[in-house]
Structure formats: structure tokens, C-alpha cells
């Protein structure tokens, strides 16, 4: 049995996507050996955490109002890409092609784990459809290709098609099927990703 704080933060650690009990263990060890700078300067960057908000635009990661991507004037903010959460985003910003804007839906419709459509971002998204200023030419779904993925971009489609307030000049489109069935985005390589937008298909 190890101390009571050792034990407390290994539980902590337990709470992270994909950790284990014995993966958490072996973080507090790395941890102890660790100076007291280090152990603070850490514990300081997590504390900071706190001043990271999401942009009141597309809901990315962000310091200030507006996230980076947003605000740049050299984006083309006709164009819109849809993915699940941030982390789908910077993917695709590593690949160094796509120069439009995101949105960000905050998660997929996963009944099985209680995700319903009322717990994504779709009013922000719809907002920026309805909006005469914004002119958006293509919506590009780059959801996962699995089966929540396909939910949720069947939901939306049907929710699109059904709104007058939607211009039908609206290009909308999906990734090619270069990705794996059941896939989800983040494990797809930067080659196989670059060929799904660049190949893909007009829903």
C-alpha cells in the first residue's frame, strides 16, 4: 500500500482517457523524482489551464475571445470544416492545406454513452449557416468514419435540408473514403488525410 497521497494522485491520474491503474503508478513515480522547481513549474502550468477558454466563434481552444484560426484575415471564413473536438482540429492544421475556418461540435451523438444531438454545439453551427454575413460557400464533414460519426452527419444533413434559412447554394461534402472504416480521425496519417479532403465527396 503506498502513502495516502501517492494513492490519491495515482486515483487522479486513473481519470485520464486511457490510463490505467499501473500507467498512473509509473506517472507519480516519474513524478517524485522530480525537483521541487520542476514538480512547481508544472503544477503552475496546470493551474493556467484555467485561463484557456473556448472561442466564442468555432469553440476551439483559446486565450482570448476568439480563438487564433478565427481571427486571422488570411483564412477563408467561406469555408467551414466540421470536426468532433479540438484535438480533430490540429491534425488537420498539421497537414498545412486546408485554409478555411472550423467548427467544432464538441462530440459525436453516442446514445450508448448518453451523448445526445442536445449536448453537441449544433445552434453555434447553425448560427453561422443562418447568417447572411458569414456567406459560407462549402461545409466540409470531417467527422470519424464510424458509427457515430455516420450518425451525426446523417442528423445534421436531415437538420440542413429541412431549414429554409439555409441557402441551397451551400456546397455540402464529406472526407473520401480513404479513411478506414471505424477509424477515428486522430489516428488517420497526415498522407491518408491530405487525400481525404483533397478527394472528397459532395453529399
Not at 450518425?151 to 436531415?158: A, F, N, Q, R, S
Not at 497526415?190 to 487525400?195: A, G, V
Request: charged share 30%.
Amino acid at each position: 500500500m503506498f502513502p495516502r497521497l501517492i494513492e490519491d494522485l495515482v486515483k487522479e491520474f486513473g481519470y485520464f482517457p486511457g490510463i490505467g491503474p499501473k500507467t498512473a503508478q509509473k506517472f507519480v513515480s516519474f513524478l517524485l523524482k522530480k525537483t521541487p522547481e520542476e514538480l512547481a513549474r508544472l503544477s503552475q502550468k496546470i493551474k493556467d489551464l484555467n485561463q484557456i477558454k473556448a472561442c466564442s466563434l468555432c469553440g476551439n481552444f483559446a486565450e482570448k475571445e476568439v480563438c487564433y484560426i478565427c481571427e486571422d484575415p488570411k483564412r477563408d471564413h467561406s469555408l467551414i470544416c466540421l470536426v468532433a473536438n479540438p484535438l480533430d482540429l490540429e491534425i488537420i492544421e498539421k497537414i498545412g492545406e486546408y485554409k478555411g475556418v472550423y467548427e467544432i461540435l464538441g462530440g459525436l451523438i453516442d446514445t450508448t454513452h448518453g451523448i445526445k444531438p442536445e449536448h453537441l454545439n449544433i445552434n453555434r453551427f447553425f448560427n453561422r449557416l443562418h447568417d447572411k454575413k458569414n456567406r459560407i460557400r462549402e461545409v466540409i464533414f470531417a467527422l470519424s468514419p464510424n458509427l457515430e460519426g455516420e450518425t451525426t452527419i446523417l442528423y445534421l444533413l436531415d437538420l440542413i435540408k429541412q431549414d429554409k434559412n439555409i441557402s441551397k447554394d451551400v456546397k455540402l461534402s464529406r472526407l473520401a473514403k480513404g479513411l478506414s472504416s471505424g477509424m477515428e480521425l486522430e489516428y488517420a496519417d497526415s498522407l491518408t488525410l491530405s487525400e481525404a479532403f483533397k478527394e472528397r465527396k459532395s453529399l
